[in-house]
């Protein structure tokens, strides 16, 4: 069973780090450029809105963390890893929920953002964008997707590191390490 949940493990630490690298290579290479007015051309790309900046920052770092737990999981499978157990169990817990929670928001934030790009907002006097960059407004809204896949996938990965965690406490005494 033990072998079979580290496979698991490994098998969504990929997929997350595929989707990761996806949601930000769809956000970070996007760009159209429409002209504006006779000659004056207006290019679309992620830095125009922050939101999109951070969610790369965001899945670029979640997908490079995920990469080291793996080589941490490596390591240990070959015995080159000699650290409390049950310490790096409560790190690695709480790190995975931290990147899932923090993908979590920047998709939420950038979803957001979007959703302001296609309606406008007229109390402020702010364009609908997607009227006019339609194409690079399809693609975030594919990589939000992705974004929101990935989160799944990592909530998922946090769902083994609790197990890992809790599995070393008694189920009668709240919070007391098992004694055998």
Excluded at 5 to 29: D, K, P
Excluded at 46 to 58: C, E, R, S, T
Excluded at 79 to 88: A, E
């Amino acid at each position: 069973m033990n072998l079979e949940m580290a496979r698991g493990e490994i098998c969504l630490r990929v997929s997350a780090i595929l989707v990761l690298i996806i949601t930000a290579c769809l956000v970070a290479f996007d760009t159209q450029t429409k002209v504006v007015l006779l000659s004056y051309e207006k290019k679309a790309t992620y830095k125009d809105m922050k939101a999109l900046k951070i969610l790369v920052y965001v899945t670029s770092a979640a997908a490079g963390y995920n990469m080291l737990q793996l080589c941490k999981i490596s390591a240990c499978s070959r015995g080159n890893f000699k650290v409390s157990y049950i310490g790096m169990a409560w790190i690695c817990f709480l790190l995975d929920q931290m990147a899932a929670y923090l993908t979590f928001g920047a998709n939420t934030a950038a979803l957001t953002a979007s959703m302001l790009a296609v309606t406008g907002a007229e109390a402020f006097e702010w364009m609908k964008v997607c009227d006019k960059f339609t194409r690079f407004c399809d693609q975030i809204g594919g990589a939000v997707l992705c974004g929101y896949a990935a989160f799944i996938l990592m909530a998922l990965i946090s769902t083994f590191s609790a197990h890992k965690v809790f599995r070393m406490y008694s189920p009668k005494w709240f919070l007391r390490l098992k004694t055998n």
